[in-house]
């Protein structure tokens, strides 16, 4: 339970960062929880692809995450034009 509380707050926190830094693309507080669980999802994935490592701990984790949800923020303003 403690784990799924942790990803809820990092994704809504990473989501929240990446609709600031792309202004205009918010999608709400749970649209952005879910954008920023899925970017985390595509940060970690991406970052392992190219064998880059931020450091650890919760800055690693979050920055991370919102460069995943920069990319899926990316995708989806892809197809909602």
Known sequence: MNNL????????????LAGLIK???GFGLIGNIV???V?????NWLFGKLG????SGLINT??????GA???LFI?????R
Request: hydrophobic share 60%.
């Open 35 to 37: 954008v920023g669980i």
């Open 23 to 25: 202004s205009g693309y």
């Open 52 to 55: 880059v490592s931020v450091g």
């Open 70 to 72: 920069l990319f899926v």
């Open 5 to 16: 509380i942790y990803v809820i707050l990092i994704g809504g926190v990473s989501g929240w």
């Open 62 to 67: 979050i920055f991370t995450s919102v460069v």
């Open 76 to 80: 989806i303003g892809l197809f909602k």
């Open 39 to 43: 970017g985390a999802f595509v940060g």
